[in-house]
């Protein structure tokens, strides 16, 4: 498989591109795992984050809280430190040529190909009557990609299955029609555990109300670390680095003698863990207490704040994927 580690000595990739569903309130497994990552490519490498609301409305949600979560989605990516000035964040209905090319890629993409994606048999599982977008959500996701020759794209290695099918879409039209995509690679931070949730049970979910959110104050904080599971049972199978406990993530954070001890004392000797687990809580307020910060500083200015900056943002993200559309209408006899 052609991907690239984070620990990969190759010369970096010009053009970064990732894209999240706006569905509430992040929590700190997605902090550690994925917005911290992108803090990090976009010191090095021009990053666009696009929010995916299209991918959203694929799964049952409620209308009137849609797009007040698209812009909270973005507050909170700025208050954890994503540079609007290094990484152009955008929405991804807002630029139609997303939708055009999705259907062109639909067009060359076996149904055989779509049919055995895990995520759409995770979902339709779970939903039971899935819907066309649901189906084709893959082929949208590859010209998430492609519009904006990105050369990287940051997954986990759950979503690995999906950029390699993006490979195959850019392979597939480059052949039929011409060299016109650049075929992008992931980018899988093979050292950034997942969290386990604090329950014990899988990992760090919305959907399973295990998380620490990074909004939740101090005293939220406080009871949910309390009530955490100290030492759960592991899974027996995983990719990539094995999961963590929200404490060993604490201990990793705070390497100093008092946590070492105490983390000694309740993880092996099953004593002072109510010390430890207070000193847990404490720490890791201290350390979102920033996002927090900013967050405030950030809703204090209104919607029409965000709403403003996205706008923008999208005439820039709408200009350059109608130079990559240009190219695609003229090498597939559309104009």
Same mark, same amino acid.
């Given at each position: 498989m052609d991907q690239i580690s984070h620990n990969d000595q190759h010369k970096p990739a010009s053009r970064v591109i990732t894209g999240l569903r706006p569905t509430g309130s992040l929590h700190i497994g997605n902090l550690i795992t994925s917005v911290a990552r992108l803090v990090e490519l976009q010191k090095t490498q021009e990053c666009l984050l696009f929010v995916a609301d299209l991918h959203a409305i694929t799964t049952p949600y409620e209308p009137k809280e849609l797009r007040a #979560? /698209?812009?909270d989605t973005v507050r909170l990516y700025l208050a954890a430190g994503v540079d609007p000035d290094k990484c152009l964040i955008f929405v991804q209905s807002e630029v139609s040529q997303h939708t055009e090319l999705g259907w062109i890629l639909s067009s060359l993409l076996p149904v055989a190909e779509l049919e055995r994606m895990t995520q759409y048999k995770e979902k339709t599982a779970q939903h039971k009557k899935p819907n066309l977008g649901l189906f084709s959500y893959p082929a949208l996701m590859a010209a998430d990609i492609l519009l904006y020759d990105a050369d990287l794209v940051p997954v986990g290695q759950d979503q690995v299955?999906? /950029?390699e099918l993006t490979r195959t879409a850019a392979r597939k039209f480059n052949k039929a029609f011409g060299e016109t995509f650049r075929v992008p690679r992931p980018y899988v931070a093979h050292d950034r555990a997942r969290i386990i949730g604090l329950d014990g049970k899988g990992k760090m979910s919305k959907s399973l109300g295990n998380t620490l959110n990074l909004l939740d104050s101090p005293e939220v904080i406080g009871k949910k670390i309390r009530k955490a599971v100290i %030492?759960?049972?592991r899974p027996t199978s995983f990719e990539g680095a094995k999961p963590i406990t929200i404490f060993e993530l604490h201990d990793q954070l705070f390497p100093d003698v008092q946590t070492a001890e105490l983390s000694k004392q309740c993880h092996r000797e099953n004593r002072n863990c109510k010390d430890y687990k207070e000193l847990v809580a404490q %720490? *890791? +307020?201290a350390y979102l207490a920033p996002i927090r910060q900013r967050y405030a500083e950030l809703a204090a200015k209104g919607d029409a704040y965000i709403e403003r900056f *996205? +706008?923008? %943002?999208a005439d820039l993200a709408r +200009? #350059? +994927?109608e130079q990559t559309m240009q190219r695609v209408r003229e090498a597939s006899g559309l104009r």
């Open positions: #979560r /698209v812009i299955q999906h /950029v %030492n759960p049972e %720490n *890791l +307020a *996205l +706008a923008a %943002n +200009a #350059r +994927a």
